[in-house]
């Protein structure tokens, strides 16, 4: 982890940290030479830099987008906050934490980590118990769901995103087993644990999200298909019919073909998983919608793409 943070940074200040390079511009001095202007970013926001001399050579061999190591001093130039940059050095993506680069939840992980694997405690049946298992007491697999988003874009597109996503569908499917009691409680549970574990592999998160190779080849329906399918196939004696529903929750969880789903639900749990999964990913665009426009004067916000709205923005009566 970081120790210094853009938003934390003072006049004055010594600095030695590591930052991402957003923004570079090679300028000519007037009496000759070049000096060289960057702009530095973490999680926290961006903060303008100048490297005069030996400081500006050392950054021909960088480019935008690479990590690097900063010594330097904090100064201020018109009204604004920057470093002065001593040396630079070049840092390797394997050396930073996406959480000091991209925007992190707001909720504590460890938390809500905690919350999955106690609602999964609430399954009985043996077969589905050592499925879960299998996933929630890996530590490799547990350190990469962590980190994972829900998405590149659209809903809880940030680290983290895929625990919040997935313990909301989780709350969802556990009320609904409550309400309605004919449904598999056993089945829904895991099928909201597991639908989207394919998005563990479906993203990258070290300078932005985007899609990992597997993830545009493949995407993360496929790929959570073939991670519990082989998971499935190391446990003993494990229900056909249990598993081909377990799966098919997973693939038809989008509900509608034109979605991404290879089928559509044709079972309850399958269509509550879908609905439960559809509403907490709608909810969140919306929320994060309210977000972007708090502060402004504006009752509307623009078309939305994926919602296919405008959503209001009125104050609460």
């Known amino acids: 982890m970081k120790s210094q943070y853009v938003k934390e940074l003072k006049i004055g200040q010594l600095v030695k940290e590591k930052f991402l390079l957003t923004k570079k511009n090679v300028k000519e001095k007037k009496d000759g030479g070049s000096f060289t202007q960057i702009e530095l970013s973490d999680s926290t926001g961006t903060i303008e830099g100048i490297a005069w001399n030996s400081a500006s050579d050392e950054l ?139 998005k563990v592999y479906e993203y990258v998160y070290q300078k932005k999200i985007d899609h990992s190779t597997k993830g545009r080849l493949l995407g993360h329906i496929i790929l959570g298909y073939e991670t519990i399918a082989d998971k499935i196939s190391k446990i003993p004696n494990f229900p056909d019919e249990l598993r081909l529903k377990l799966l098919h929750m997973v693939v038809s969880h989008h509900g509608e073909l034109e979605y991404g789903s290879p089928v559509v639900p044709l079972f309850p749990e399958a269509l509550v998983l879908h609905f439960i999964d559809n509403l907490d990913s709608k909810l969140e665009m919306m929320q994060e919608v309210i977000r972007q426009h708090q502060g402004t004067d504006s009752d509307w916000s623009e078309y939305h793409q994926l919602l296919e709205r405008v959503i209001y923005l009125g104050s609460d009566f």
């Open 60 to 198: 021909k061999n960088f480019s935008t987008g690479d990590f690097v190591f900063i010594t330097g001093n904090v100064g201020e130039y018109n009204e604004r906050l920057q470093v002065v940059v001593n040396s630079v050095s070049r840092i390797s993506d394997e050396e930073v934490s996406p959480e000091d680069f991209l925007r992190v939840v707001d909720e504590d992980i460890d938390k809500l980590v905690a919350e999955i694997k106690t609602a999964s405690e609430k399954v009985e049946n043996p077969f589905l118990k050592k499925l879960l298992t299998q996933f929630l007491d890996d530590p490799q697999f547990m350190k990469q769901f962590r980190m994972a988003p829900a998405a590149k874009k659209a809903h809880h597109a940030v680290i983290g995103g895929l625990a919040v996503h997935t313990r909301n569908v989780m709350r969802f499917a556990i009320n609904a087993c409550e309400t309605f009691k004919f449904l598999n409680a056993d089945l829904l549970i895991t099928g909201s644990l597991l639908h989207d574990i394919g």
